[in-house]
């Protein structure tokens, strides 16, 4: 796809010993390996939590725009990433179906949609509608869905017991669930093995929404990892909870400890834990502490993390497999550490993603989009950020992370590439490709604006504007999904 030029003016873990391959029946490249010694950092993290007394009022907004959900990918989400349906789901063999292109949900019909989320190792998603309520969908063998039980759900349902919140935000892990209240108050659900819903136990499930362990001030964002979890606070303070494999928590540690002298075990952080230490790394290896941070956004992959602070600054931590940390090694990284390329003046970021296996970036002047880590199962991975030239002059607005795939929102089209083997997500329509190498527009939605998009695992989730009759004509178009 040749640039295109902007217009002038135009802006499975077991208890408490996590396994090396994927749940969902994909091995992780690299995440075999064992992790690297520990980086010298010294303390990084605090156990104590501000007073309840110093917590500042607060009243969170959510997306401001809204619209019709619509869908691509696989929906039979008990059997997505899996070689086999488990036992306790093998009623589910002929339970949905890949949809190759985009579809309108049939149930959702005049539903207007603020948000939509699920994550790259996810299987399951989240809704918030225009007036703050939650719903959700997918796969459920966890209880993720927070519906009290471990049915799965094949339309979006609304989250019964958090309908008297107006739920501004979520996060989805692979088998876990944060929801964000107005007012700073953060509800979990799901897996909690790893300690991921850091409600201070290792409950293997939780199926009702619970509120975190937790009297710091508002927490203004969330984001899920595999078996781990992240928030901010209003004073941009992180927080870390549930595994910490690979260094992923940001608290100079991967947790490993011995239970006997052949079986390894975590010491996983089961409430909320301050993350202080900040780092940059010179290139004769020196260690600088950076102070004053105050971060404004967090995304997390598989077992790495991604932040964006106030000053425009992106930091990365976790698992290095494949360079996507940036930082033009493999190493893992313990504590939060300064990914250089966004550190000169007017090369700060804008906004940050990540992917299972790798990272993203906007640039704040001028929009470019840059990527690093590996999208492909095979090739040569980024190992420090590069721009996605196939991008370069298209104003991106919203990005979705996949296994593999990526998905973007930009200008007036909807732009997607990714590997083989795809379930769809990809939306290029029936008897199309089903992957591709190099962005390419997804014809599927010409003439229909895309307001965000997010992707799990092998579905992708869209909210489209429908704000006149011309967008609801075109949206109708559509065919619809109406599961059985």
């Known amino acids: 796809?040749?640039?295109?030029?902007?217009?002038?003016?135009?802006?499975?873990?077991?208890?408490?010993k996590k396994g090396k391959s994927d749940e969902n029946g994909e091995e992780a490249p690299g995440e075999g390996a064992a992790a690297e010694a520990d980086n010298g950092h010294g303390a990084a993290a605090e156990t104590s939590q501000p007073a309840a007394a110093d917590k500042p009022p607060l009243k969170l907004e959510g997306s401001k725009v809204a619209g019709e959900l619509l869908i691509c990918g696989g929906t039979n989400w008990d059997l997505i990433g899996r070689n086999q349906l488990p036992k306790n789901a093998t009623g589910s063999a002929n339970r949905g179906q890949n949809l190759w292109g985009p579809h309108r949900y049939g149930s959702m019909s005049g539903v207007r949609v603020r948000s939509v989320i699920s994550g790259p190792t996810s299987v399951h998603s989240?809704?918030?509608?225009e007036d703050g309520k939650a719903m959700s969908w997918g796969r459920n063998d966890k209880?993720?869905?927070?519906?009290?039980?471990?049915?799965?759900?094949?339309?979006?349902?609304?989250i019964e017991s958090l309908a008297g919140f107006n739920i501004v935000e979520a996060a989805c892990g692979r088998n876990h669930t944060?929801?964000?209240?107005?007012?700073g108050k953060v509800f979990a659900f799901g897996e909690n093995k790893m300690g991921q819903l850091g409600l201070g136990n290792e409950n293997a499930a939780v199926p009702s929404p619970t509120q975190i362990v937790y009297t710091g001030p508002p927490v203004v964002k969330v984001a899920c990892g595999a078996e781990f979890s992240m928030v901010i606070d209003c004073r941009g303070a992180l927080y870390s909870f549930g595994c910490p494999e690979y260094g992923q928590l940001g608290n100079n540690t991967d947790g490993q400890y011995f239970v006997t002298s052949n079986k390894m075990a975590y010491d996983c952080e089961l409430v909320p834990r301050r993350i202080s230490v900040f780092i940059e790394k010179t290139k004769d290896g020196f260690i600088n502490p950076i102070t004053n941070v105050q971060l404004v956004d967090i995304k997390c992959g598989t077992n790495h993390t991604v932040a964006l602070d106030k000053q425009k600054r992106v930091f990365t931590w976790g698992f290095g497999g494949y360079g996507r940390l940036g930082h033009s090694e493999q190493k893992d990284e313990h504590v939060p550490r300064l990914v250089k390329m966004f550190d000169y003046p007017g090369?700060?970021?804008r906004t940050i993603y990540a992917g299972a296996f790798y990272s993203m970036g906007i640039m704040d002047n001028g929009g470019q989009l840059y990527l690093w880590g590996q999208t492909k199962t095979t090739g040569e991975a980024n190992m420090y950020p590069k721009p996605v030239q196939?991008?370069?002059?298209?104003?991106?607005r919203s990005v979705g992370c996949s296994n593999r795939s990526i998905v973007v929102a930009a200008d007036e089209s909807t732009i997607s590439w990714g590997p083989s083997p795809t379930y769809g997500e990809l939306g290029y329509g029936e008897n199309k490709a089903k992957s591709s190498t190099i962005p390419k527009e997804v014809k599927t939605l010409d003439g229909i604006y895309i307001h965000k998009v997010s992707c799990g695992y092998g579905h992708t989730i869209f909210i489209a504007r429908n704000d006149s009759e011309e967008d609801k004509a075109k949206i109708k178009a559509l065919p619809e999904y109406n599961p059985k």
Do not use: F, N, Y
Not at 178 to 183: E, G
């Open 126 to 129: 989240i809704l918030i509608t």
């Open 390 to 396: 196939d991008l370069s002059g298209w104003d991106v």
């Open 1 to 16: 796809m040749p640039p295109k030029k902007r217009k002038a003016g135009e802006e499975e873990p077991q208890a408490s």
């Open 178 to 183: 944060l929801c964000l209240t107005d007012d």
């Open 143 to 158: 209880g993720q869905l927070g519906h009290g039980d471990t049915k799965r759900v094949d339309v979006p349902t609304v």
């Open 347 to 349: 090369r700060g970021a």
